[in-house]
């Protein structure tokens, strides 16, 4: 298996798990770029939000908004981001969710 989150996923890379269950996972970021940044990717392998079906992103989204309640950010406001593809900034090919919060962000992003 050559897919790190997929590694992730089977335990073979420890991770920061703030949730999981039977279709996602969702772990902190290992490079944060604001006091909350989680990720939520399925468990299932996609290689990008291409090829993943639309129930699958619509439950990550779900499980992000959850998030962000426990994380204390709905309040503030934060930012769902998926990127995608080279110039889109997808470094990592499985499918994942950016969940940011705890600071002010500017629009559009660097
Ligand atoms: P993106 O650039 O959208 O593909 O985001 C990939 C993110 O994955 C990036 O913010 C850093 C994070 N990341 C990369 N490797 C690891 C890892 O081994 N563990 C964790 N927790 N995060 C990782």
């Given amino acids: 298996m050559n897919c790190?989150?997929?590694?992730?996923?089977a335990g073979e890379i420890p991770s920061n798990?703030?949730?999981e269950d039977e279709r996602v996972l969702a772990f902190r970021d290992i490079s944060p770029q604001?006091?909350?940044?989680?990720?939520?990717?399925p468990k299932e392998h996609y290689d990008s939000v291409l090829e993943a079906p639309a129930d699958t992103v619509?439950?990550?989204v779900d499980?992000?908004?959850?998030l962000a309640v426990q994380e204390g950010?709905?309040?503030?406001g934060f930012r769902l981001v998926i990127n995608t593809g080279d110039e889109g900034g997808q470094s990592v090919k499985h499918l994942h969710l950016h969940l940011i919060g705890g600071r002010s962000m500017q629009w559009p992003p660097g």
Avoid: E, Q
């Fill in 17 to 19: 798990k703030v949730y």
């Fill in 58 to 60: 619509a439950y990550m």
């Fill in 4 to 9: 790190l989150f997929c590694r992730i996923i």
């Fill in 63 to 66: 499980i992000a908004k959850k």
């Fill in 34 to 41: 604001a006091p909350t940044h989680i990720l939520i990717i």
């Fill in 73 to 76: 950010v709905d309040k503030n």
